[in-house]
């Protein structure tokens, strides 16, 4: 999951053994050049280089346990951030062009129907061509309902409608699979709100849960994404894609450490099956296993 960070981080232990200040420095770079980001590896290094000194180590093996542990620590995920799964809730999908949103969104339905649970798509991604057709394929593919309208219809207005099944049929999960256009963000936060108003008002009752999905591959961009949509909505977890053989790794450590928002579930792959829940005690394993 992590093989480009494992690398850069096996070589730093392994060619020291006494960690000095250069230690230090080579372990930044190295998070950085793996996708953690300036801000956040400075961050868990200062976190590391305490505990170190508070612990009186000065051995290159203490600091590498020290910092395995403070990043589970950082990344671990708590059952209570699955209770939406449990319950009747109306999940939202947030993500640009191209990071696998509605795809994500295919896979999510695969999963709670694999829970035994009764699952609806709302196809709110009117505006970007093609989106609805391709939600379409992909309710045909895990056989779920997905309500729709024309391309280019009012978002609000699928919703709404959607919300509608979902009471009839008695489902159990409603997923919408929203804008995510960030070149105008007074557009979309006019948008998202619209919808989160039509939620509040047919089914306040429900668990609500929003999921912003990026691409792993792409770094600091993936950041910058969960920044906006942070700001426009009240974003609970991330779905990071094609965590496989091209993602460095290091973006969901960023995601949590700069912005506090878990990682929830890792797509790594084409298959409908190919989304899980994020492991916090794999993902750092694989960072720290040896090459």
């Not at 779920?144 to 699928?158: H, W």
């Not at 961009?221 to 894609?241: D, K, M, W, Y």
């Not at 091209?246 to 450590?253: I, Y």
Request: aromatic share 8%; with cysteine.
């Amino acid at each position: 999951m992590a093989n480009f960070f494992s690398k850069l981080l096996n070589n730093i232990f392994s060619s020291s053994e006494v960690a000095d200040d250069s230690f230090y420095e080579e372990l930044e770079d190295a998070m950085i050049m793996s996708d953690v980001g300036a801000d956040a590896a400075l961050r868990i290094i200062d976190a590391v280089r305490r505990e170190a000194k508070r612990k009186g180590c000065n051995l290159t093996k203490d600091v590498r346990k020290i910092l395995k542990d403070y990043l589970y620590e950082l990344m671990r995920t708590d059952e209570s951030y699955y209770e939406f799964e449990r319950q009747k809730s109306i999940i939202s999908v947030i993500g640009v062009n191209g990071v696998g949103k509605t795809t994500s969104i295919g896979k999510l339905a695969e999963h709670f129907k694999s829970m035994g649970k009764k699952v609806i798509l709302a196809a709110a991604d009117t505006f970007r061509a093609g989106a609805i057709e391709q939600l379409v394929e992909w309710g045909k593919r895990v056989g779920v309902d997905v309500i729709r309208q024309r391309e280019g219809s009012d978002p609000a207005a699928v919703v709404f409608d959607a919300l509608q099944s979902f009471k009839a049929k008695n489902a159990d999960i409603l997923i919408i699979d929203t804008a995510g256009r960030l070149h105008n963000k007074k557009n979309l936060m006019q948008e998202l709100g619209k919808i989160n108003r039509i939620i509040d008002r047919e089914f306040s009752e429900g668990f609500r849960e929003t999921l912003v999905v990026l691409d792993a591959t792409t770094g600091q961009n993936a950041l910058s994404q969960a920044r906006v949509f942070q700001e426009t909505s009240q974003v609970t977890g991330i779905i990071l894609t094609k965590m496989d053989g091209s993602a460095r790794g290091g973006v969901a450590l960023s995601v949590q450490s700069e912005l506090g928002i878990p990682v929830k579930y890792i797509g790594s792959g084409e298959r409908a099956k190919d989304l899980h829940r994020f492991d916090a005690g794999s993902y750092v394993d694989s960072i720290f296993e040896k090459q």
